[in-house]
């Protein structure tokens, strides 16, 4: 008998002790600083990962204290870190002692080269259709150089330049000009000497509406393209020969209400070739009563129209009694994959419309099980704060377009910056390392495959408990 109590006692103590452990994740620590006294009063910025040279290389830009004036409103520049956590001195690229229409245009048009060199498109100082735009080139020595590139013209605004692939580097931009619909068209081109010549063909042409941002991917067979045009209604296109043709667009309308607007999309792919955007919508049914909320939508790998939206937090804006449009210039967001499997959304978590009594902060959201999310798919997601410093989250250059804001990973280093517009104007910069939930598929709602060990302590379990429950003559004798 005592030894049918210490078998008894033995397993129980077997089967709580070598429970598996669930991979949950931990909630990510950022530590967020200003990127220095010299930094202050910015616009926006972007962020690349430069495989070559093993560095996060920050390009962003800035407006005078009076803008527009002779004293020169438009000062661009450029930073590198090896983790985010410092940046190393800043690179003067450009000072434009004009009017320059290039906000946020600057900084979403970086990118990176075969060779590991910076390359970056930036509008003219001048809206004329006739205008070349400006070309820019870190080269080996550090130093960049300036140019207008053949085949684009400064109507071309609002695009994505995509890393060399094969020494080609692809751009796709909307057209600017509204009053003739047959001129509301997205463009793509392809450059294969590093910006000076470019290719570009028409994507889609006689829109209904002005189209307000392009953003370009890099898929398995080709390229996909998403846009958003005046109406709130997003639209994604692929080619799969290298541009030269596309498909017809597949229209997505981001609300049914009355009162919509979008003013800021970001897109990323995943190792599965899933196509994820991030944007921030105001809506409500009708202009004197305004909802913000932060959304996620993927277009599935092979798929022939868009996916559920994800409504991830509907609390980005609180007290906000009717639309305004400097409510539009605060939607920004920047958006990841970590690993290749799980998205990652940095945002701006607005606070009061009155007077902006209430800043807000920084925030992000990880798409996997977790806490913090206050949308309606909420528990789909980990959300939390980057940078509680308070942040007025409006672009200082009175644009009505949102101050850009930066975000690049490598491996689990999740880097991101942005502009903190209060009365000193600091750029500030954030990172983390995030550790996954490797049970959780990616955590777009929990699940996954379990490892092979709960497989075999299901069954080990099963088995003991049948064994102690089935009371045969040789267990009696014990």
Known sequence: MQHKKIAKFFFIFCCVFFIPSTANAIAPTWTAYDAGSDYSNPEGVQIRYNSTTNEFGLLYFQNGSTCCSAEGDFRLYFSTSTDGSTLGPRTTIEHVSTN???????????????????????????????????????????TWVNYSPVGLSN?????????????????????????????????????????????????????????????????????????????????????????????????RPTSTEVMKAVSHISTAIDASNNIWVAYTLLSGPDMSSITATLHLLQFSSGATDWGTDETVDNEVATGVPAFDPSWMTAQSNALGIINGTTPIIAYYKLGS???????????????????????????????????????????????????????????????????????????????TNVALDSTGGGGGGGGGIPEFSTYAYITTLLVGILFISKKTAVWKEM
């Open 100 to 142: 320059v229409w290039a906000q946020e245009e600057s900084v979403v048009n970086l990118a990176v080269s075969e060779g590991g060199q910076y390359v970056y498109l930036r509008p003219s100082t001048t809206r004329s259709v006739s205008d070349g735009t400006y070309y820019g080139q870190r080269l080996s020595d550090a």
């Open 353 to 431: 419309a009155v007077a902006f009594s209430a800043p807000g902060y920084i925030a992000y959201a990880l798409r996997e099980t977790g806490t913090g999310c206050t949308g309606a798919d909420g528990a789909n997601f980990r959300c939390g704060v980057i940078d509680s410093l308070p942040n007025e989250t409006f672009n200082g250059f009175d644009s009505g377009s949102p101050a850009p804001m930066g975000l690049a990973i490598h491996g689990s280093r999740v880097v991101v910056a942005y502009p903190e517009n209060t009365d000193t104007y600091r750029f500030r910069v954030a990172y």
């Open 155 to 251: 109507a071309f605004t609002r695009g994505t330049l995509l890393d060399s692939s094969s020494g080609i580097f692809a751009f796709a931009t909307a057209y600017q000009h509204d009053s003739i619909p047959a001129n509301r068209k997205i463009i793509f081109a392809t450059t294969a000497d590093n910006g000076i010549n470019f290719s570009p063909t028409v994507v889609a042409t006689d829109l209904t509406t002005q189209p307000q941002q392009v953003t370009l991917v890099k898929t398995a067979s080709g390229y996909g393209i998403v846009w958003l045009d005046a109406d709130a209604i997003l639209h994604i296109t692929f080619s799969t020969d290298g541009g030269a043709t596309w498909s017809a667009p597949i229209d």
